[in-house]
C-alpha cells in the first residue's frame, strides 16, 4: 500500500480535512470545483457533495471553507496552530530544510541573487 505522506510523516495519522455541515448546505457545488485533490463527489441523489478522500486534503488547506457561500464547512481547528504544532511536535525543520534544498536543486531558476526586488 502507497501511503501518502506529509513531509515524512504519514497523512493517516491526520485528521484534517473538511466536515460539511448538511443542514446549511445548499448544493451550489463551489467546494467541489474548488478542490483540485479530488477530496469531494457529488451525490446526485441528494445533490450535495460528499467529503470522499479525506485523506487527500492538503493539511492547513481551507479553500473550499473559505469559498463556501453558507459557510457550512468546518476544519478540526485553527489552520495555522494546527500545521505550527506538527511541525514543532515533530520536530520538523532539518526534514522541511532538507526537501527545500532538494526542490532548488531541482529548479535552480527559483533562486533569486540578491533582494528579489526588481
Ligand atoms: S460550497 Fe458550501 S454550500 Fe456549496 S456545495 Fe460546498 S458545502 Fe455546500
Ligand atoms: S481544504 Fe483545500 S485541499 Fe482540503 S478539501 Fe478543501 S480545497 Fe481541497
Redesign the pocket.
Known sequence: MNNKTWHGLDRENFDWFPF??SE?????????L?CGNNV?SWNDDRK??LVVNPKNCVIGCTS?GK???????DFPGDPKSYVTDIIKNHKLFLGIRKEMDARLSKFPDHILNGSGNK
Open positions: 460539511i455541515n446549511l448546505c445548499t448544493g451550489c457545488g463551489m467546494c467541489l474548488t469531494f450535495k457533495p473550499c469559498l463556501c457561500p453558507e459557510n457550512a464547512i
